[in-house]
């Protein structure tokens, strides 16, 4: 039998759909600023559908293009500058960043309350504790994929392959906050294979392509693939694949993510409820939850 194809991309149009609704519904429109510095060309086709999408959705966008040789501190000028402007309610920073910038450094200049990445150091903090939090987009989508298969996922026994601070450990403390009980396993997990296939549902988060194969998937689990690899297809071509190896996975799994079209465009969509959740409170409406 094979599995559920979960379709991240209708999944996330009727998320933009309902982020742009409760908007309009509310009387707001929200402002995003994206900044890009270089000219990395995975980076500026993922901000151009930022801004489109942005736009789509009745927000206003803020773009800032800047050069490659752009100076740390004219950058965090920019972001001062965007943090006192009460037309925009969500920062992003397009990383990765040149060489001669600190990520860390800048994230960190983000005000918490426009962090719609999720990455600051309090926005992290607040969701390890389970406050309120902007919480990291891919996670998120993640998540909400999850629960397209199974709507309840408490008891569930949830391994997350990977411990990055932008997926892995974010998306464990999420899937805690929803009541499974999470594994964290990572390069140095003994038995990997053997921990992988006992999890209901297994989150696919380290950047090597097609590591999990056919026996680590446990029979009807749920399976979401995080992973973006392109890998040789034949001379001259390329091609996206996950972190697992989608034809022979989907033989077991019940429900898997393809790549591409499964966690990649719930990350703006994601993007999208951050910036109107932090347009709410700065307005002092309670945010609609998704």
Known sequence: MSARIIDGKAIAEKLRLRVAEEADRLGLRPGLAVIIVGDNPASQVYVRNKVKQTEEAGFTSFEHRLPEETAEADLLRIVADLNGDPRVHGILVQLPLPDHIDPDLVIRAIDPAKDVDGFHPINAGRLAVGQDSLVPCTPQGCVILAKSVQPDLTGLDAVVLGRSN??????????????????????????????????????????????????????????????????????????????????EAREVAGAITPVPGGVGPMTIACLLANTLKAACRAAGKPAPRF
Do not use: M
Not at 183 to 206: F, G
């Open 166 to 247: 932008i997926v892995g450990k974010p998306v464990a403390q999420l899937l805690i906050q929803e009541n499974a009980t999470v594994t964290v396993a990572h390069s140095k997990t003994r038995d990997l294979d053997e921990v992988c296939a006992r999890a209901d549902l297994l989150v696919a988060a380290v950047g090597r392509a097609e590591l999990v194969r056919k026996h680590w998937i446990k029979p009807g689990a749920t399976v979401i693939d995080v992973g973006i690899n392109r890998v040789s297809a034949g001379p001259g071509r390329t091609k996206l694949v996950g972190d697992v190896a989608f034809e």
